[in-house]
């Protein structure tokens, strides 16, 4: 589960980036710049096309999840603690305190389970012993390097 938040944030926050460098598709109508000569069309058919095969995949819909295979890694986790940190230390201390770190978790909570009542005793529960978890050294506050190492675990 921890697993799929990660990977969520990572998307939300890599899919933006990714789109900038991607370079433009080539113009269609623009003739190649080799001197090569340009490939022989294919002949016309005159069979009607094969009806897809039932037994191959569909992509998943865009409402549906990937399959998290793919973790996200140190490095990327570090980017999102680094940039995400501060909208949730609302004390602007430099730590996180147990309901700064809730809100955080309530959040990656709603955003891989969007049936889940993030209000409810057994997700308040999940985040106390998560806080215990990244609170390592036992201040009653969860640093960017705590949170870091605490996300990473599960990575």
Do not use: C, H
Request: charged letters at 15%; hydrophobic letters at 35%; aromatic letters at 6%.
């Amino acid at each position: 589960m921890l697993k799929q938040m990660l990977l969520v944030g990572a998307a939300a926050l890599s899919f933006p980036a990714l789109a900038q460098t991607t370079p433009p598709a080539s113009d269609p109508t623009t003739p190649p710049t080799t001197t090569e000569p340009a490939p022989a069309p294919a002949p016309e058919s005159t069979s009607p096309a094969p009806a897809p095969d039932a037994s191959t995949s569909t992509p998943p819909a865009s409402g549906q999840s990937a399959p998290s295979s793919a973790a996200a890694t140190p490095t990327q986790i570090a980017q999102i603690v680094d940039q995400e940190f501060p909208t949730y230390d609302g004390d602007k201390n430099g730590d996180l305190n147990e309901a700064e770190f809730g809100a955080w978790m309530k959040k990656l909570r709603a955003a891989t389970d969007p049936s889940a009542d993030v209000e409810s005793a057994e997700v308040k529960t999940w985040i106390g012993q998560a806080f215990a978890s990244a609170d390592g050294d036992k201040s009653g506050g969860v640093n960017k390097t705590e949170l870091t190492g605490f996300l990473s675990r599960g990575a």
